[in-house]
């Protein structure tokens, strides 16, 4: 029995510090493989201990619980990486609803006496876990659109929403001067499951990935006071290193798109998107074949690759990797520029390109590749659009304007393959496409790189 509890509490020690070293080598891609090894080497010394904690009374329902777990949890794994925020925000609802159902049976297991302090965060675990749990629900249907996208609001609807999680805390605080207020409980768990409905409604289903990551924050928070109560370290560390690297992803995040916290969380961001998108542009642009834009690539020395959502939308990293090969080999120096908030979630571009094994040093960032612009001969935009649109350097009106792009309008050529003039998330006109230096290269990216390369070889694969 000693050797057990001894075996615990070195197995809980190893996966805290594994889970730290996790979050510091996944921070770099050259060891963020080691990282994800770390984390799950971690999990699974967490789940050991815990399997052999002597309070266990029947191991039968463990058992089913992680087959059951495993059943789920496999096909969860696989899906493809755009459809990877919403699996996330899954992931948060799951661990929102243990949280609460663990957080619930402590307390009916303890009351009527329930010391303050344990109440008090009880009742953080259990408004905490709701709220995240239909949030995080919210968010993964508006991303897999099984819910509409759009922002829906209504007059007062902040007031309505504040007053919910206003009417959550004082039934908290009641709790905490009188636990054995048994009856109020129910409401507890009820009033934040509307309110993770109703905090998600108003919120357009683009700035979905920024919400998936505040909601991965709560879910941290709350499994942190569940370790309280539960009296484990393992969990109040765990969950605090969950809940405040969620929240500095968030905040990346917002910066990285000039938007503050509360304009993201009650903002309605994705209204103005549809009033704005309704104003296309019918000026003219000059289009370009493959042929003509393989020409222009071969006599270049410089080129810098912008991807995109529409990159990862195609699936053309390998085509993209196909022509870096072919640039390099006719001695071009091709970089990629990297905008922290390219694609649909934080580190897009550097998974997919990194799946195709493009090297590191050449994914270059916003601030460093910028300055190499104006003497770059070729920016070449791969299903990029909002990332590169000077709206955001020079329309003040602009709903990006303020956020940090990639300057490739500074390039002495830029072309710019995407299929249509359509908008991208913010859903406004690009003015990059009319310059006079701007070729657009209209077609599926995966096709018409896939055409460049085939033009550099000599018309064949
Ligand atoms: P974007 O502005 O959404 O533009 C993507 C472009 O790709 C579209 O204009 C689309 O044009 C094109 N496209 C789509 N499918 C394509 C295909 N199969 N082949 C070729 N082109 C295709 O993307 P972005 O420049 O990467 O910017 C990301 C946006 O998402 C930013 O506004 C950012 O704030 C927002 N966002 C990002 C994150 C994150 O974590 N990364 C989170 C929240 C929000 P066509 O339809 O004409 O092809």
Same mark, same amino acid.
């Given at each position: 029995?000693?050797?057990?509890?001894?075996?615990?509490?070195?197995?809980?020690?190893?996966?805290?510090?594994?889970?730290?070293?996790?979050?510091?080598?996944?921070?770099?891609?050259?060891?963020? %493989?080691?990282?994800?090894?770390?984390?799950?080497?971690?999990?699974?010394?967490?789940?050991?201990?815990?399997?052999?904690?002597?309070?266990?009374?029947?191991?039968?329902?463990?058992?089913?619980?992680?087959?059951?777990?495993?059943? /789920?949890?496999?096909?969860?794994?696989?899906?493809?990486?755009?459809?990877?925020?919403? %699996?996330?925000?899954?992931?948060?609802?799951?661990?929102?609803?243990?949280?609460?159902?663990?957080?619930? =049976?402590?307390?009916?297991?303890?009351?009527?006496?329930?010391?303050?302090?344990?109440?008090?965060?009880?009742?953080?675990?259990?408004?905490?876990?709701?709220?995240?749990?239909?949030?995080?629900?919210?968010?993964?249907?508006?991303?897999?659109?099984?819910?509409?996208?759009?922002?829906?609001?209504?007059?007062?609807?902040?007031?309505?929403?504040?007053?919910?999680?206003?009417?959550?805390?004082?039934?908290?605080?009641?709790?905490?001067? %009188?636990?054995?207020?048994?009856?109020?409980?129910?409401?507890?768990?009820?009033?934040?499951?509307?309110?993770?409905?109703?905090?998600?409604?108003?919120?357009?289903?683009?700035?979905?990935?920024t919400v998936i990551s505040l909601l991965n924050s709560y879910a941290g928070l709350s499994a942190a006071?569940?370790?309280?109560?539960?009296?484990?370290?393992?969990?109040?560390?765990?969950?605090?290193?969950?809940?405040?690297?969620?929240?500095?992803?968030?905040?990346?995040?917002?910066?990285?798109?000039?938007?503050?916290?509360?304009?993201?969380?009650?903002?309605?961001?994705?209204?103005?998107?549809?009033?704005?998108?309704?104003?296309?542009? =019918?000026?003219?642009?000059?289009?370009?074949?493959?042929?003509?834009?393989?020409?222009?690539?071969?006599?270049?020395?410089?080129?810098?690759?912008?991807?995109?959502?529409?990159?990862?939308?195609?699936?053309?990293?390998?085509?993209?990797?196909?022509?870096?090969?072919?640039?390099?080999?006719?001695?071009?120096?091709?970089?990629?520029?990297?905008?922290?908030?390219?694609?649909?979630?934080?580190?897009?571009?550097?998974?997919?390109?990194?799946?195709?094994?493009?090297?590191?040093?050449?994914?270059?960032?916003?601030?460093?590749?910028?300055?190499?612009?104006?003497?770059?001969?070729?920016?070449?935009?791969?299903?990029?659009?909002?990332?590169?649109?000077?709206?955001?350097?020079?329309?003040?009106?602009?709903?990006?304007?303020?956020?940090?792009?990639?300057?490739?309008?500074?390039?002495?050529?830029?072309?710019?393959?995407?299929?249509?003039?359509?908008?991208?998330?913010?859903?406004?006109?690009?003015?990059?496409?009319? /310059?006079?230096?701007?070729?657009?290269?209209?077609?599926?990216?995966?096709?018409?790189?896939?055409?460049?390369?085939?033009?550099?070889?000599?018309?064949?694969?």
């Amino acid at each position: 029995m000693i050797f057990n509890e001894h075996f615990i509490e070195i197995s809980y020690f190893i996966a805290t510090a594994l889970f730290i070293l996790s979050l510091k080598w996944l921070s770099s891609p050259t060891t963020a %493989r080691r990282g994800v090894w770390a984390g799950e080497i971690g999990m699974a010394l967490a789940i050991l201990g815990t399997l052999l904690y002597r309070g266990i009374v029947d191991y039968k329902l463990v058992a089913a619980g992680l087959v059951l777990g495993t059943i /789920l949890g496999v096909p969860l794994g696989r899906v493809a990486m755009t459809a990877v925020p919403q %699996r996330t925000a899954l992931s948060h609802a799951f661990g929102a609803l243990c949280v609460t159902l663990v957080g619930t =049976s402590e307390f009916y297991l303890r009351a009527p006496d329930i010391p303050p302090f344990m109440m008090a965060v009880l009742s953080m675990e259990v408004i905490l876990g709701s709220l995240t749990f239909t949030g995080s629900l919210m968010a993964a249907g508006k991303l897999q659109e099984v819910l509409p996208q759009r922002p829906i609001t209504y007059k007062g609807q902040n007031f309505v929403n504040l007053a919910l999680l206003a009417l959550s805390v004082g039934i908290a605080v009641i709790l905490v001067l %009188r636990p054995n207020q048994v009856g109020l409980f129910p409401a507890l768990i009820f009033i934040p499951l509307v309110f993770g409905v109703m905090l998600i409604i108003p919120i357009g289903g683009a700035d979905m990935p920024t919400v998936i990551s505040l909601l991965n924050s709560y879910a941290g928070l709350s499994a942190a006071a569940m370790g309280f109560v539960l009296n484990s370290k393992l969990l109040i560390i765990a969950g605090a290193l969950d809940g405040s690297s969620g929240f500095i992803l968030s905040v990346i995040m917002s910066k990285a798109m000039n938007r503050s916290f509360t304009n993201v969380l009650f903002g309605g961001f994705g209204q103005l998107q549809a009033a704005a998108g309704g104003e296309q542009e =019918s000026r003219p642009v000059k289009s370009a074949t493959a042929e003509e834009a393989a020409a222009i690539l071969s006599a270049a020395s410089l080129v810098a690759i912008v991807p995109g959502y529409g990159m990862a939308v195609a699936q053309a990293q390998h085509k993209v990797r196909e022509l870096y090969d072919a640039l390099t080999k006719r001695g071009i120096d091709v970089r990629f520029g990297i905008h922290p908030v390219a694609g649909r979630m934080p580190g897009h571009m550097n998974v997919l390109l990194a799946e195709a094994d493009i090297p590191y040093d050449r994914l270059l960032e916003m601030d460093v590749i910028n300055g190499d612009f104006p003497q770059t001969d070729v920016a070449l935009v791969i299903g990029a659009n909002d990332v590169t649109n000077p709206a955001a350097r020079n329309e003040t009106g602009s709903p990006i304007y303020g956020m940090p792009i990639l300057d490739v309008d500074r390039a002495h050529t830029v072309m710019v393959i995407k299929r249509s003039m359509a908008a991208g998330f913010a859903g406004i006109d690009n003015p990059l496409y009319y /310059l006079d230096k701007t070729l657009m290269l209209f077609g599926d990216a995966k096709g018409f790189v896939g055409n460049i390369v085939r033009e550099l070889s000599g018309g064949h694969d």
